[in-house]
């Protein structure tokens, strides 16, 4: 059965994460993604350890499956002469340079829209397209810095914390970008207009303060690390160290809480979810209680109940986990050119098509002739493209 997306055709010039991450939602939804990227070696996630018998890191394995790579010299005037009619063909462009590096290279959205009206051309970016930072170079860590998201993370006391997974890039960069995409993408085929979409990871970031910002948007002080209900400060949502690893507690709602207390010998406290005065004592009780116990025979405790209370698995763990193992979140699958490889599932499914590996990520440049086919070229014409160093 066919994906959503089947038949949108995408021009993908970024790298590394943010981008990829986008476009790798749209191609597994089922657009047609094509890769474009330099002559020189390509997109850096490439070469990014670990490294596969393919001779390519398993990042762009999983960052790039079901696209298609052609390599360009976007330098040389006939490389852009082809990036343009590649635009002609695509309904969405997405890159992923600083701003002003698409206009020096005379691709911008302007000159890209004189050859397709209907384009949706989506810039992500660190800062956006404007502003005082819109040159300043950054990584995940700077844009949740700048957005105040480090400065709440972390323990009561204690320094900022680095988040485990890259929030900014693959968040704020990679699911706005799909999102904001699948916007302009509808517009454009309902009025024929395509438009520029500019996403900027610090402002995806600071879009995630919604609940973090309460007091402050009221007129109050900004949050301390650890001193917010959610962020640890309470012993109803915190994480707490069992007999062989952790247990991870979110019982918010007062009939979770009250179960949980009943469930670990405490019932004295279900009456006291609130009493901040008491937490203290309650989380050194929790505390000395969690440690009593593993994680498996805690889960015999809470399994069967209507609480929020769960182990803290590792990705080992987690692999094997029953309900990870039904939706097929980090499944072995056959790929193309791998085998038998672990990879990440598609965190969404669609009741009507389902979601597979249909390409392994390419190598670079290996659909160029194909591509370039399709544009109508000769095989002597990609020849004499090749020797010039316009394609490889």
């Given at each position: 059965?066919?994906?959503?997306?089947?038949?949108?055709?995408?021009?993908?010039?970024?790298?590394?994460?943010?981008?990829?991450?986008?476009?790798?939602?749209?191609?597994?939804?089922?657009?047609?993604?094509?890769?474009?990227?330099?002559?020189q070696?390509?997109?850096?996630?490439?070469?990014?350890?670990?490294?596969?018998?393919?001779?390519?890191?398993?990042?762009?394995?999983?960052?790039?499956?079901?696209?298609?790579?052609?390599?360009?010299?976007?330098?040389?005037?006939?490389?852009?002469?082809?990036?343009?009619?590649?635009?002609?063909?695509?309904?969405?462009?997405?890159?992923?340079?600083?701003?002003?590096?698409?206009?020096?290279?005379?691709?911008?959205?302007?000159?890209?829209?004189?050859?397709?009206?209907?384009?949706?051309?989506?810039?992500?970016?660190?800062?956006?397209?404007?502003?005082?930072?819109?040159?300043?170079?950054?990584?995940?860590?700077?844009?949740?810095?700048?957005?105040?998201?480090?400065?709440?993370?972390?323990?009561?006391?204690?320094?900022?914390?680095?988040?485990?997974?890259?929030?900014?890039?693959?968040?704020a960069?990679?699911?706005?970008?799909?999102?904001?995409?699948?916007?302009?993408?509808?517009?454009?085929?309902?009025?024929?207009?395509?438009?520029?979409v500019?996403?900027?990871?610090?402002?995806?970031?600071?879009?995630?303060?919604?609940?973090?910002?309460?007091?402050?948007?009221?007129?109050?002080?900004?949050?301390?690390?650890?001193?917010?209900?959610?962020?640890?400060?309470?012993?109803?949502?915190?994480?707490?160290?069992?007999?062989?690893?952790?247990?991870?507690?979110?019982?918010?709602?007062?009939?979770?809480?009250?179960?949980?207390?009943?469930?670990?010998?405490?019932?004295?406290?279900?009456?006291?979810?609130?009493?901040?005065?008491?937490?203290?004592?309650?989380?050194?009780?929790?505390?000395?209680?969690?440690?009593?116990?593993?994680r498996?025979?805690?889960?015999?405790?809470?399994?069967?109940?209507?609480?929020?209370v769960?182990?803290?698995?590792?990705?080992?763990?987690?692999a094997?986990?029953?309900?990870?193992?039904?939706?097929?979140?980090?499944?072995m699958?056959?790929?193309?050119?791998?085998?038998?490889?672990?990879?990440?599932?598609?965190?969404?499914?669609?009741?009507?098509?389902?979601?597979?590996?249909?390409?392994?990520?390419?190598?670079?440049?290996?659909?160029?002739?194909?591509?370039?086919l399709?544009?109508?070229?000769?095989?002597?014409?990609?020849?004499?493209?090749?020797?010039?160093?316009?394609?490889?």
């Open positions: 059965m066919p994906l959503p997306l089947e038949g949108m055709r995408i021009l993908d010039l970024t790298r590394l994460l943010p981008g990829p991450f986008c476009t790798l939602l749209l191609s597994d939804m089922g657009a047609q993604v094509i890769k474009v990227e330099d002559t070696g390509g997109d850096y996630v490439r070469w990014n350890p670990p490294i596969t018998d393919s001779g390519m890191s398993i990042h762009h394995h999983v960052l790039n499956r079901n696209k298609r790579s052609i390599a360009i010299d976007l330098k040389n005037k006939e490389g852009r002469e082809l990036l343009l009619e590649l635009a002609g063909w695509a309904e969405v462009l997405v890159e992923q340079f600083r701003p002003g590096v698409m206009e020096r290279l005379g691709l911008d959205f302007d000159t890209i829209r004189e050859v397709n009206p209907a384009i949706v051309y989506c810039s992500i970016t660190g800062y956006g397209q404007d502003g005082p930072y819109r040159d300043v170079a950054g990584h995940d860590a700077n844009y949740l810095g700048y957005a105040g998201v480090l400065g709440i993370n972390g323990p009561k006391g204690g320094p900022p914390m680095i988040c485990g997974v890259q929030i900014a890039d693959l968040g960069g990679g699911m706005f970008g799909a999102l904001s995409i699948l916007a302009a993408y509808t517009y454009a085929k309902r009025t024929g207009e395509g438009q520029h500019d996403v900027s990871m610090l402002d995806g970031s600071a879009s995630w303060l919604t609940i973090n910002t309460g007091d402050f948007l009221l007129g109050g002080p900004s949050p301390g690390r650890g001193e917010q209900m959610l962020h640890g400060a309470a012993p109803f949502y915190s994480i707490y160290e069992a007999a062989d690893g952790y247990m991870a507690v979110g019982a918010i709602e007062e009939k979770f809480w009250r179960r949980t207390c009943e469930l670990l010998g405490v019932p004295e406290y279900a009456d006291r979810q609130f009493s901040i005065e008491m937490y203290d004592e309650i989380f050194d009780r929790m505390r000395e209680t969690f440690k009593s116990r593993t498996a025979e805690w889960m015999e405790v809470f399994g069967g109940e209507d609480t929020c769960s182990p803290v698995l590792t990705l080992e763990e987690a094997a986990d029953p309900q990870m193992v039904h939706r097929r979140m980090l499944p699958v056959e790929d193309p050119k791998l085998g038998t490889v672990r990879t990440i599932g598609a965190p969404v499914k669609f009741s009507l098509g389902e979601w597979s590996i249909e390409r392994s990520a390419p190598s670079l440049g290996e659909h160029t002739d194909e591509i370039l399709m544009l109508g070229c000769s095989p002597d014409d990609i020849e004499r493209l090749r020797a010039d160093g316009v394609i490889c």
